[in-house]
């Protein structure tokens, strides 16, 4: 008999059943007065739950389209941009703006730890920025930027603004977009939303709203913020065809998120990555970002000496867990295991029985039962 395979991988993650339910609706036309009301509702309480004065942006597309959508309303060619980057996804700022003409720095520190505040401090003091990038959470290395103490020091320098990428930490990291001192917060719909792929979410502030007022005509058309801002304050409008049943699929996950609460939501990400976290260093495994900035949406799990990654992953598949590989230099080393969203305590502690069985198979000698019971103390 075949196991249950569980997605751990960090996105897209687990979607549960009342959110696949609205995505398995009988599709409406996109101005049906309902589907119009679900719509607005939406938009209104993304902008409610992250708190912000400013507008968003519920459009078609990924991630990188947000990333995109984010830079290109807010800046034009010449301008000079600072990229703070912890990894993979971090870089990916450097070519998208390079694209768009603007002048590039760039901090980086070695992976698996964060750019001192200090530093991105003293950076912003050289030149005019209009823009500086943060990803809040990276993929690659499992590392979490201190956003509220960036965005701190990005306040004092009035005419840059903040750019987060939230794509792997909206709705699982703590987020509130005004009194944090974040412009322009990019997400989509597969992480911690717990929805599948296909919808991205852009946050601009009252200070980007102006900045985009500030530009007249930008070269983009389906990313521009003055395109969509007339269907997100009403989407009896058109512009381009919504996503209907990804829409009601987010709404859905709002509605989770607002009857769990968003601060016990927050709580319970932290509480559920660092019994993770601890339970696989109990088994033998590592884990590569530094112990005070480890993300708690997803860990980036280093192999003990001796294991190899491709068999690892082809018999926790057997096993029943699915996990994704590392990325860059750390390819073969480690993987990358997701626990966002709506997961719950049974999925996490069959993921990490799956881990222990698959290091058995392997020969790995460890106490058996060490790492679920490590999870559960903790935890519980």
Not at 183 to 211: E, I, N, T, Y
Not at 225 to 252: C, Q, R, S
Not at 256 to 283: C, P, T
Not at 312 to 321: M, T, Y
């Amino acid at each position: 008999m075949k196991n249950k395979k569980l997605v751990m991988i960090p996105g897209p993650t687990p979607v549960t059943e009342s959110i696949m339910l609205e995505m398995g609706r009988a599709t409406c036309a996109f101005k049906d007065a309902e589907f119009t009301a679900d719509y607005k509702k939406l938009v209104n309480d993304l902008k409610k739950m992250l708190k912000t004065e400013g507008e968003c942006f519920v459009v078609a597309g990924t991630g990188t389209m947000a990333m995109e959508m984010a830079v290109a309303n807010v800046t034009k060619k010449g301008d000079n941009i600072l990229i703070v980057s912890h990894g993979y996804f971090g870089d990916r700022f450097i070519d998208l703006c390079e694209r768009k003409g603007l002048n590039v720095d760039v901090l980086a520190n070695e992976w698996g730890k964060t750019v001192p505040v200090e530093d991105i401090e003293s950076k912003l003091k050289e030149k005019d920025y209009v823009a500086i990038t943060v990803t809040h959470v990276d993929t690659s290395t499992g590392v979490c930027a201190p956003i509220k103490e960036i965005g701190e020091i990005v306040k004092k320098f009035k005419n840059t603004m903040l750019i987060v990428d939230g794509v792997c930490a909206t709705a699982g990291e703590r987020e509130y977009i005004d009194e944090m001192g974040i412009d322009v917060l990019l997400a989509s719909s597969q992480k911690a939303f717990g929805v599948s792929p296909g919808l991205a979410m852009v946050w601009a502030g009252p200070k980007a709203m102006d900045r985009r007022k500030g530009l007249g005509t930008i070269p983009e058309f389906y990313i521009d913020f003055e395109k969509w801002l007339p269907i997100m304050h009403d989407p009896n409008k058109y512009f381009g065809t919504p996503a209907v049943n990804l829409i009601w699929a987010l709404k859905e996950s709002v509605r989770l998120i607002n009857e769990e609460g968003l601060e016990e939501r927050y709580e319970r990400h932290i509480k559920d990555a660092e019994a993770v976290q601890a339970a696989m260093e109990s088994i033998g495994f590592g884990i590569l970002a530094d112990k005070n900035c480890r993300a708690a949406t997803l860990s980036n799990v280093i192999y003990p000496e001796g294991i190899d990654d491709a068999e690892f992953r082809k018999i926790l598949a057997e096993e029943g867990v699915v996990v994704a590989g590392g990325l860059g230099a750390y390819s073969g080393k480690l993987f990358r295991l997701g626990h966002m969203g709506n997961i719950d305590k049974h999925i996490i502690v069959s993921t990490i029985s799956a881990i222990e069985r698959t290091m058995m198979r392997l020969g790995y000698e460890f106490e058996v039962g060490i790492g679920v019971k490590t999870y559960l103390e903790m935890i519980m």
